[in-house]
């Protein structure tokens, strides 16, 4: 499955591989906890991308790094900067479909990450 990964530092990249629960938790380096995303701020103003970005679910209490660039990407779903941030590595993902499964990071997305200059 594709997948977009999203280091605290680094560039961003797209993979394609098998995901389940260990990989999302080795990306993450622990528990994960989806944060979902229905749009994004870009420069053309908001674009629905209906995806999921997985984060570490302790990455506060455990003190990881400040990700930016996720922080920036969540803002609309997390309240922005004075309410939330975002810790730690993260993957994104599309919103689960009918079934209940995972579905591939949406094209719209890696285009507006593409454009943000976090990929090389």
Known sequence: MRALLLPCEGIATVVDVP?????LQARVGGLIEPVRLDQILTDRGR????????????????MLPLNPRATDMATLAIGGWFHDVIMGDVVVLGQVDDEGDETPVPDKLVAAVRAWGWMA
């Open 47 to 62: 674009v629905l991308v209906e995806a999921t970005m997985f984060v570490n679910e302790t990455g506060k209490n455990d």
């Open 19 to 23: 995901v389940d629960l260990a990989w």
